[in-house]
Every structure is written in structure tokens, then in C-alpha cells.
């Protein structure tokens, strides 16, 4: 009973947090959007005034009043530059590059100030590694936060802790910001040996042709920085133009990869192994296509492909 009790509060909560503070790639801190409260220090400090004040007035010792009224001075003196330490203070989101899964998401941030000097502000997630910085006024000043990651798909890290207790350590004023980062995630690759030339279809697995030194295929014309040994210098002197002579050499044949090549136990080391032999084929530079349920994708090589084939493996099954 209890624990549903909280499970209920805690829905209420996010659910007034996020109408309060809604998610975007940029935020500005202001009143309604920081929290400020006692540490255990000023909550400390705090006690013991009340106990001075108490024996002030039971003794009327005038020295024990101005130790209270100077320090409760402080006290919401403290407060208030706590709170403007944060408030003003802008954040923007920067963009994100895919990880595998296992590895630590790199999350960009730039902390602009408009107005005044903004300094150890803390931020972090719950579970990861916190970063101070101090921001000069006027100016921004970029970090980059990492954020672990556990499960293949998009990674949404949730809100982002910002908090200072800065001057007197009294206060700490926080806020709970969600800057909207979306970190593609794909699946940890799997070490396996490449399966055997599969095709899949007509005409698939065949041999690819590339320019090289061994087959002659034909003319094409002259391109700036063409080798003068492969100039058609018979068609030149009969007035045909220059041309150059293209020559051929096979290549590897095209590979596909396939979710019934995979072995495996369940779907995510399968779907680990097809990234591991992608990240193989691709370093040796060979063609290679994918089939998965919903998703084909012709042979080809290169930074562009990987990265299709990548993120296909990564959304494979994901709803969102």
C-alpha cells in the first residue's frame, strides 16, 4: 500500500514538473523553475541560532543578540545569492553521436550567461558522474556530460540535475531540466565468424567491377588528371577527341547478412553478431546488404551505409 502510495506521488510529481518545466533543447532559469531549501549545514546552523536566541533572551545577554542577528543576517543573505547564483542562466543542447550499447553517451551543453558571473554549478544525472563549472559573465562556456547507456534504441536521458551552492554552502538551489537529447544507441557488437555468400535473390552475390589495372572496359573522355599512359592516342590523331581507357579488376562479392545467419540464444545477441560482421565488412571494405524483418538494404560500402544498417539493427522491435 505504501509503495503504490508512492509510485502515485511520484507520477503527480513528473506530471507538475513537466507542465512546469517542459522539455526543450533550451532553458532559462528563472523563479519558476528553482527550487531552493537548506542544506544540512544550514539547517544546522539554522537550530543553532534558534537555541542562541533562546538563551539570549532567557540570560538578556546583549553579546549572544548580536551573534544571532548577525549570523540570521547571513543566514538570508545567504539565501538570496544562492538563488541568483542560478537564476538567468541559460542551457542549450547540443547534438549527440551514436554508441553502442555498453558504451557511455557523450551529451553536449553550453552554459550561457547574460548578465552576471555564475560559478560551481553542478550538474549530473542520478548515478553518474557529476561536472562543476564556472560561468564568466557575459559568456558561455561548453562541457560534455556521459550518460551510460544499457539497452539498443533511442536513449533519452531524462532531466538533468543543475544545481549550485554557492557562496556559503547554507542553500542549495537547484533545478530538474529536460534538454530533449535523443542518443541513438545500437546494439553491443557480438564477435563471430562471417557467415558463407548468401544470396538473396537473382542476380545478388554477384562479382562487382572496380576501377583497376587488369580488364580492358572501354573509353570515356578525357578527365582532368588522367594518366597520360592510358590516353587513346590513336582516336586523338584521327580526330575522335581525347578519351582515356577505363580498366577494370574484380572485386569481393557482395555479402548479405541476414537475422536466420545470426546465432544465438535471443534476439539481441543475434542482432549483436549482425553488427559485429558489419563492422567487419566494412573495415575490409566489402559489399554487404541486410535483410531483417521490414528492412532491406542493397550492398554497398561506405560511412553512410554502415550507419543505415546500424541504426535498422538499433530500432529493430523499438516502438519508440
Known sequence: MISRLAGQSSALFQRWLTRRIPASSQVVLNHRRIFIMPTRAGMGLLLLLVIM???????????IYVVV?????????????????????????????????????????????????????????PGSARRQVDVPAGLSTTLTLYHPTERRGWLRPGRLRVETRFPLGWFVAWSLVDLDWQVLVYPRPVAAPLPGLAAAGEGLGEHWLAEGVDDFQGLRNYRPGDSRRRLDWRAWSRGQGLHSKIF?????????????????????????????????????????????????????????????????????????
Open 69 to 125: 542577528f548577525t549570523l540570521g543576517s547571513l543566514f538570508w543573505v545567504g539565501l538570496h545569492h544562492t538563488y541568483r547564483n542560478l537564476a538567468g542562466l541559460e542551457l542549450h543542447a547540443s547534438g549527440s553521436q551514436p554508441v553502442f550499447s555498453g558504451e557511455e553517451a557523450s551529451l553536449g551543453i553550453a552554459l550561457v550567461s547574460a548578465r552576471r558571473e555564475h560559478q560551481a554549478i553542478v550538474l549530473g544525472w
Open 53 to 63: 536566541l533562546i538563551g539570549a533572551i532567557n540570560y538578556q545577554n546583549s553579546l
Open 248 to 320: 577494370a579488376e574484380p572485386q569481393h562479392e557482395s555479402q548479405w547478412l541476414t537475422l536466420e545467419q545470426a546465432p544465438g540464444p535471443t534476439l539481441e545477441h543475434q542482432l549483436g553478431c549482425l553488427t559485429g560482421w558489419i563492422l567487419q565488412l566494412e573495415q575490409r571494405q566489402q559489399p554487404y546488404g541486410l535483410i531483417i524483418p521490414g528492412t532491406r538494404l542493397a550492398p554497398a560500402t561506405g560511412a553512410a551505409h554502415r550507419d543505415n544498417c546500424l541504426r535498422a539493427l538499433a530500432l529493430y522491435g523499438r516502438t519508440a
